[in-house]
């Protein structure tokens, strides 16, 4: 079986039926027969099946009803039904219930049931795709959410001089150095004991600096093993 071709589930009573239909589509899909449609269903529970053709008079339990199975089990899958005894009913009970994507009628010519086929799988794909694509978005919507949080709350602790309050000539000295410091790219190293307001110091020393609209990253080196820190902070080659 080709794991790159889309898999196509036949169910039909007719053993020379399903015999023409695999040979007629078995290069360009993955095939799968059934003859009825409990071992259709059975089939769609064992097969990711893409696209379902089925007679609609069978043995045992109709086109329809085995459809109908199918819609609610496994609403993904593209369904098609085949009849020599097309009337309005079962035309009506395909579209409202089955939920049918196109009927057709026998005798099936091998060009009308080829496009219709063709046609129903670019219409699975293009779901595909669009279900991948709302997906996608939905998860890059949490993200910015996320990011838009953590810049919320980044604002909210953002510090700069005009928090800075102090009366200390040394102090003073201290904001005289970071407005110089700022904008280099020199380290800067900020000592002092426990709730001295270190961090303080380094957001304002971030928020005037020229990376001030990138976001602070604070690092807990004391969490760090001393054998690993040099490589977390800065990198390590093999």
């Known amino acids: ?6 898999n196509i589930l036949y169910v039909d009573d007719e053993l020379s039926n399903l015999t023409t239909f695999k040979a007629t589509f078995k290069w360009d899909y993955n095939i799968f027969l059934a003859q009825s449609g409990v071992e259709g269903i059975k089939t769609l529970g064992e097969e990711d099946i893409h696209l379902v053709v089925t007679d609609q008079r069978m043995p045992g339990m109709t086109g329809c009803e085995f459809l109908k199975k199918v819609k609610e089990d496994y609403p993904d899958a593209i369904r098609m039904i085949l009849t020599a005894y097309a009337d309005v009913n079962i035309v009506m009970t395909a579209t409202n219930e089955c939920g049918i994507y196109q009927f057709l009628t026998k005798p099936w010519t091998e060009d009308v049931l080829k496009h219709s086929i063709e046609r129903g799988l ?8 669009n279900r991948q694509l709302v997906k996608d978005l939905n998860e890059a919507n949490e993200k910015l959410k996320h990011e838009n949080s953590y810049l919320r709350e980044e604002i ?3 510090h700069d001089f005009d928090n800075l309050l102090t009366k200390s000539e040394k102090f003073q000295n201290v904001l005289s150095q970071i407005e110089k410091v700022a904008n280099t790219k020199s380290t800067v190293l900020i000592r002092g004991e426990s709730g001295t307001g270190k961090e303080l110091l380094a957001r304002a020393i971030h928020s005037i600096s020229n990376r001030s609209q990138y976001p602070i990253v604070k690092v807990n080196c004391a969490a760090l093993p001393t054998e690993l820190i040099e490589s977390e902070l800065f990198g390590h080659e093999k």
């Open 156 to 158: 909210k602790q953002d």
């Open 1 to 6: 079986m080709n794991e790159h071709k889309f």
């Open 122 to 129: 670019e219409t699975y794909r293009l779901r595909r795709e």
